[in-house]
């Protein structure tokens, strides 16, 4: 008889795809948010409401060339971050891998841990920037908070899709058990 599937020692959670998952989600949900938020769509860059910001930082509107230019530069900062996290998430990943050469999971794993990393981003951006700092919004103009509300209700519903996701997902293990997962016969 083996031992449950779940996490349940502290070899199993060196070897897990929480962390893994969860900063490559972090990573992948920022990308998400500049590519079609920033650059495709164009609702808001990184300081387009710093006219009515909490912090007092000069407003830099997106429609003159030098508010273009310093929000172009926030955005770029803002996707180093995106791209060193997924990056780190990669690397956690690989050394997962190589740690646990036996050991197999499935891809429901690890797509619900990176559904979790995305919604956490959403919450921990939105609440950031958009309702504390106020730097800018998801949408400005008439009803921005219903769609700083919207992004954080998306971040909650990712959160506990991929938290669901990876509850349900069945180990592929075809590795002989460990010496702590053996039963002893009488």
Do not use: C, K
Request: overall charge negative; proline content about 4%; charged content about 15%.
């Amino acid at each position: 008889m083996r031992s449950s599937p779940r996490v349940t020692n502290r070899q199993d959670t060196e070897t897990s795809l929480a962390l893994p998952g969860v900063v490559l989600g972090v990573g992948l949900g920022g990308f998400v948010d500049g590519i079609l938020l920033h650059q495709i769509l164009q609702w808001h860059h990184m300081l387009t409401s710093t006219d009515t910001d909490r912090i007092g930082i000069d407003h830099y509107p997106a429609d003159t060339v030098h508010g273009l230019e310093i929000n172009t530069l926030w955005d770029g900062l803002f996707h180093t971050f995106t791209w060193l996290a997924v990056l780190i998430g990669l690397a956690l990943l690989y050394s997962r891998v190589t740690h646990a050469r036996q050991r197999l999971w499935t891809s429901r794993s690890l797509w619900g841990w990176v559904l979790v990393g995305w919604g956490l981003f959403n919450l921990v951006e939105g609440i950031i920037d958009h309702h504390i700092l106020g730097i800018h919004h998801v949408r400005s103009g008439d009803h921005q908070t219903l769609w700083d509300i919207g992004f954080l209700i998306l971040g909650v519903a990712l959160v506990l899709i991929g938290w669901a996701l990876q509850r349900t997902a069945e180990p592929y293990d075809d590795a002989p058990p460990r010496a702590d997962q053996r039963i002893s016969t009488p």
